[in-house]
């Protein structure tokens, strides 16, 4: 276990320095990453690689000192394991099978998880024997709503019409795919949390297309019941949830829940988000990765903002969503310098 102001923020204390790390911090933006990426037959072999997805990991850790590491992995890692048929395609993004009604989702292979998946848990292994002990590591998995949405869009989705007719056509067969998913979910995060992840984090990319009638349902529940069966098999790691774009939502989800940290993304208002939750509950976020690229004086002032606004709660700096390809490097080594001199 490590001690440093990253879990002590996500323990709930304020801290002098406010932790600062990156959402998708390992990726194309790094020369360095796409040095290793670019001798890689696919990207689902990369992440099953795991002194390679060990490598890329640190790459942002030893170039900006970044507060915490993430394993480097992915969402769809997990329909993976189960058979949907999982491509990235170069510059198309993902491909799976689409799931129709009739796709017979067998409960055997919730227990092939653990063996599919093992690559992960030995890239942890190993990227936690490198990383000094003040340097917590993330682990992660999509939350059930948002990799749904690929099982059944078969991609990247704009408005994810197929899955909310499912949700609304199909009610009895979307509530058993989610409590399928729910359970893989926490398969996945337990080798995770086995292998020495000190955190864990749920990302819920596409929560923003749940109506806001169905968000307890399949927002809010879901993650309850990971949250409750990660604690019930005995692991204590801080549980970070984000639930994109869901907007006056995160009051109950941070109320309901049960995580123990918040992310927001950037249509979110920081003094709104500092004002509306709960007391001491720690926040994640959240500056726009477009203002991050742009960089100049707006960057500056939006970080300043963010850091004002949670001046009196425990705060991880980061971006409201991923770190996008055309990132200069020179703006995350200013946005770092920024958080750290406050
Ligand atoms: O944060 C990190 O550095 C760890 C690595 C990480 C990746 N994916 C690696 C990746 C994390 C945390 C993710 C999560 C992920 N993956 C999410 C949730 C976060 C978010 O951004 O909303 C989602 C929705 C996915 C699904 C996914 N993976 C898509 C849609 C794509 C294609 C689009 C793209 O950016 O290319 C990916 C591929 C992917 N995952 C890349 C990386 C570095 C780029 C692929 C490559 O290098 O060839």
New binding site residues.
Partial sequence: MTSSAFMNTLAGKKTTQTPIW???????YLTE??AV?QNQKD?IS??LNPEKASE??LQ?IKRFDFDAA???????MLPWALDRNVH?I?GA??RLTPLSLDTNLDDKLLDQIEKRLSPVGRAIELTRLSLSVNKPLIG?A?APW?VIT?MIEG??SRDFAETRQWLWLNPKEFEALFDYMTQATINFLSIQARSGADVL?L?D??ASAVPAERRDQFIVAPVRKIVRALREQGNKQPIIG?P?GIGEGIIAYSEKAEIDALAIDHMADAEWVDKVLPENMPVQGNLDPLSLLTGGSQMMNSIDYILDSFKDRPHIFNLG??IT?LTPIANVEQMVQQVRKS
């Fill in positions: 990156v959402m998708r911090q390992a990726g194309r990453y796409r990426r990207f990369f992440c890329v990991t942002p993430i394993i480097f992995s992915d969402i769809l990235f170069t993004g993902p992660f999509g948002t690929y991609g990247s984090m990302f990319s596409w984000f994109k969503h991923g390809p």
